[in-house]
């Protein structure tokens, strides 16, 4: 299929890429910061500290997955359909990780007693890390493939998408994005919390580019369980994994150098990466069935191009709008956080007074 039709349908597709890789970029730092702060911090300062980091912009980084979750509905209904159905044990346990989440940085500081903190802190990290191992296990899954039915769903249950290729997807994702956020601290912190994350940074690059360079070799070794005709040459997916994996290794370069913008930039980078190879797989499967013929593609998934032409026009008069809101939220909040100097009693001596 040629001429505009085609045109929107493949832009469409890309787009819901870019905000998955959006998404993935701040969201992944933001689920790597609490996953990592229970590591790094040693006492309530540090913690406080950590979660400011990401206070101000955590809940505007998730609606990346709300406009992604919202542009699949719209554009490729069948996808979404299926998507939402197969995966509704998975993603309810995403949703249910990323309400305790956001109820836990809410509800945190609401009492000062160290019980009720630890407990939200808890709350918190196991909110992060369920959705940062889960959408591995759920994009992997994506371009491994699924027994799809005829009628276009996918019937396999949690347990279904529980194997041990996803797992190893799922741990690659969870590891890129405890380094990713890592990073970010070294970015937001000072003093002996900044190099302990830094520390922390360089301790995860090597898991990381193990299990990301396991994940692509296994997938390239499988293959495509169906016929791709029309895919993109797998050339390209695979240079673009190892560009994702050679990234987070030059990232940790940026580290040593104490460049620690260049370092997070990189690791934004390996994200962008790393997605882009899982769109690039994909294209133009949307959805991979292990049975013939039955792969969901931006052409039998789609919605008319009536529907497609509205919703270029409305993404193009507010996308731009959006994001340099997004823009201008980081550019106020992008000092790093300095541990407060610690109180001396009125009536003490000043350290280094005779």
């Not at 940074?201 to 016929?227: N, Q």
Request: glycine letters at 10%; hydrophobic letters at 55%; aromatic letters at 12%.
């Amino acid at each position: 299929m040629t001429g505009p039709v085609a045109s929107l349908n493949t832009s469409w597709f890309a787009l819901i890429g870019l905000l998955w890789t959006g998404y993935f970029v701040l969201e992944g730092f933001d689920f790597g910061t609490v996953l990592v702060a229970p590591f790094i911090s040693r006492d309530e300062i540090d913690r406080r500290l950590c979660i400011n980091a990401i206070g101000p912009v955590w809940d505007g980084n998730e609606v990346w997955l709300i406009v992604a979750g919202g542009a699949t509905f719209a554009a490729f209904p069948q996808w979404y359909a299926t998507l939402f159905s197969g995966f509704y044990l998975a993603l309810f346990l995403i949703l249910a990780g990323l309400i305790l989440r956001g109820v836990s940085f809410e509800f945190r500081g609401k009492e000062p007693g160290i019980r009720w903190r630890r407990s939200w802190d808890w709350s918190m990290f196991v909110g992060s890390l369920l959705p940062a191992f889960l959408w591995g296990v759920a994009f992997t899954n994506l371009i491994h493939g699924l027994p799809i039915e005829a009628d276009g769903l996918y019937r396999g249950g949690l347990l279904g998408l529980i194997h041990p290729i996803a797992i190893l997807g799922g741990l690659a994702g969870l590891s890129l994005f405890c380094l990713h956020g890592a990073t970010f601290l070294t970015l937001k912190t000072t003093g002996e919390l900044r190099s302990r994350a830094r520390r922390s940074a360089a301790a995860l690059t090597a898991p990381t580019v193990l299990l990301l360079a396991g994940l692509v070799v296994w997938l390239a070794l499988e293959g495509s369980p169906t016929p791709n005709p029309d895919g993109l040459t797998g050339a390209l997916p695979l240079a673009l994994a190892a560009l994702g994996a050679a990234l987070v290794l030059l990232a940790g370069w940026g580290r040593l150098h104490n460049d620690d913008w260049v370092a997070f930039a990189l690791m934004a980078a390996s994200i962008v990466a790393v997605v882009g190879a899982a769109f690039t797989t994909l294209f133009p499967r949307v959805m991979v069935s292990t049975h013939a013929g039955q792969s969901l593609t931006i052409w039998n998934a789609a919605s008319e191009h009536e529907t497609l032409l509205v919703m270029t026009v409305v993404a193009a008069l507010f996308t731009p709008l959006v994001l340099a809101y997004q823009a201008w939220t980081y550019y106020v909040f992008r000092q790093r956080l300095e541990r407060p100097a610690q109180r001396r009693d009125p009536g003490s001596t000043p350290a280094g007074a005779r």
